[in-house]
């Protein structure tokens, strides 16, 4: 009974995370931006053809020196001003996608009425979820089409070197598409746990813009810590990253399967616990 | 009065918030140009034809031709390839930027694109960097390879790399080509692929690649896959450094080259070229 009803408090959470303007909004801007990147993809691809082409002209050789669809899309490289926005601004559309929904709810009354008849914990655990998926999907699903749609003008070559203490890096030269779908399905993973940071704040912040800011303003003091910290040890040396700024990009730093799983694991039962916790101080039913 | 309170009393986390979230947009300024700097970062190939030395038979010493041309006709498929072998000297320093003519055969001038230290996308300025490999006065051994309706994966190693089976142990340095999917892109995209070396992990090369290093330690192992259309033909040349224009003799006793006629299925179809050196 007790599994039912939770099942069916998903389902609707499901429902009304699919049906958020807010969700679709994120979507739209993540896919403006990747779009952006693929525009400046496009040309920079033709400029090599171009290239290429006067280069044979002239008996110089050719070459296609370091363009890779595998290395050169949003997930892995980062190397375009679209794409660089899109992985600056990816916990803000984790969390824009349905992240605001608990603080709106509790401040609107709604979950009074629904949390007295399923139950507060199930109500969360209901709710963390859907804007965990929710929030993954505003960051895959442009991830995804980002690497789609590069694939049909870029070079599918054999992609650029990782580190071994990168995350499946034997997978990237074994097979470059599997490896890529990866990265998109660790882009959702993250979108997803950054969406659910939104609850850390429970209901102390009374405006949903600072809510879908909160994770950001986490993340990014995090990033500005591991920052400090790598500087003061030694900026060459390859050190592990603390930061899922960092984490996602797969550049520069040891990121290895362990590191990035107790990282979503922190941020994902961390912030339930947090939220859930504070759900249980301000219980009003 | 409340709702101010409460306002007020939230204000430094809102503060907090913003001023982090400020200084990630200004993070990101500072770090990234707006698209229409970028296309200026690409480098263009130079518009004129790279001119000769003006009396290149005076920088040559025993330019020797060793051998004409022999065909090779893999196990499997109609490929084909051709091959010359030439002694050639070093007749320009690689780390001349961009290189132009860098050996000479005897009849013509071959030039050799460097790969440099550079190896992520757009780094082209540092192409040249490891260019100093090759100097004036080096004597080097070119294999010129004409393939023609193969798909052809050429490994260059000195043994020290090899488990028995004749396979790289890096297994980064077996990785098959490949194959251009989604987009209809046949016209190109042909050159890519690995070197490694004992100190590096792994880096790109262009079509015409080098091995060699003065330092018989240094060698290590490179790689390189061609895809070529049914019916084209293309030339590749490999460049192996035989004694430095010190007359130091680098040990090749042990170099072998490996055609692969095959790179999709990577089973054994091999060619292999027995070199040895003057000394060897």
Redesign the interface.
Known sequence: MGKHIFWNTLRVELRKASRSKLLWTALLLGCAFLA?DL??SY??IQ???D??Q??EE???????????L???WCGI?G????S??FL?VWPVLAAMAYGWSYNDERIAGVYDQIAVRVGPRRYFLAKHTAVFVSGGIAVMVPMLLDL?VM????????P??L??CNFLC?LN??S??AFSLARCLIYFLFGGAAACVCHVAGT????GV?VI??P???L??I??LTTMLRESIDPVEILYTLSPFQMVRTAGFADPGWLLLGTLVIMTVGSYALGYWQVKRNELV | MEKLV??LK?LP??L???A??G??VKR?MD?????EV??DV??????Q??TQPEDPASLLKNVVSVGGYFDIYPRYGDGHFRCRIINATVVQDASVC?PKELFYDGTRFV?M?E?GG???????EE?FVEGGAYDHGDRVILIELEMTNVDFVGRIYDGSFTSEDGYFKD??AI?P???????D?AR??V????RDFKEY????????GKYGEDDPETIGSEQL?IQILPGETKTCTLGFLVENKDGKPVDMSMLRVILNADSYTETGIFIELGLENEEG
């Not at chain 1, 190397?79 to 679209?82: A, I, P, S």
């Not at chain 1, 102390?204 to 405006?207: F, K, T």
Request: proline share 8%.
């Open positions: 952006l525009y400046e040309i920079n400029q090599a053809i290239n290429t006067r280069s002239l008996g110089l050789g050719k070459g296609y020196l370091g363009y890779s595998f290395s050169s490289a190397g375009t001003y679209g660089a926005l600056t789609l694939a049909l003008f870029y070079p599918a070559t054999d650029v070197y580190r071994d034997a030269y074994a470059p598409w102390y912040l009374r405006h600072m800011l909160t950001y303003a986490i990014m003091a990033e500005s | 409460n306002f939230r986390i809102y907090l918030i913003l982090l979230v200084y990630g990101f770090q990234n140009q707006p698209p970028l296309s690409i480098p263009t190939v130079p518009t034809v790279p961009p030039r694109i790969d550079g190896y992520a996308s757009g780094e082209y192409w297994p980064y990785q080509y490949m194959p251009i999917q989604l987009a892109l190109s995209y050159v890519q692929g690995y992990d792994c880096k790109y090369f262009s079509e015409l896959a």
